[in-house]
């Protein structure tokens, strides 16, 4: 029995079923986004028709976004300036250095994941609309 065309061939087979597993950068077009944090939610949304997001911890927040595969990038978010109580503050400035960080991201299935390079991620909820504001 020659075993080489089977090897080819089962090795083969198994390069094609892990595809192409980044997930779906225009998923993200007009997509909006909760995580629920210690003293604070967070909101995160994708514009429809450009590179930009935009959201609110304490203060509102936009900046702009790049995706290659699954690498996200965020651009320096320009943002309000009122203060709020000390915890959502905290994780106001958590997030935003957090999102400086980011590397990676996963959109599955309502959720999507942000990571950085040591592991630590962060994760949102797809709803149709966001919170209204207070």
Do not use: H, W
């Amino acid at each position: 029995m020659n075993i080489k065309p089977f090897v080819l061939t089962a090795s083969i087979l198994a390069l094609a079923a892990c595809g192409d597993s980044a997930p779906d950068a225009a998923a993200l077009r007009g997509a909006n986004f909760i995580s629920d944090q210690p003293g604070a939610t967070i909101t995160l949304s994708f514009a429809p028709d450009e590179m930009k997001v935009n959201g609110r911890v304490v203060n509102l927040y936009n900046g702009e976004y790049s995706v290659d595969g699954d690498k996200i990038s965020f651009g320096p978010m320009a943002t309000t300036m009122m203060m709020g109580p000390m915890d959502a503050m905290q994780t106001e400035q958590q997030y935003f250095q957090f999102l400086d960080a980011v590397e990676t991201y996963d959109l599955a299935e309502g959720r999507l994941v942000l990571r950085d390079a040591s592991g630590k991620e962060l994760v949102f909820t797809q709803v149709a609309e966001l919170p209204s504001d207070e």
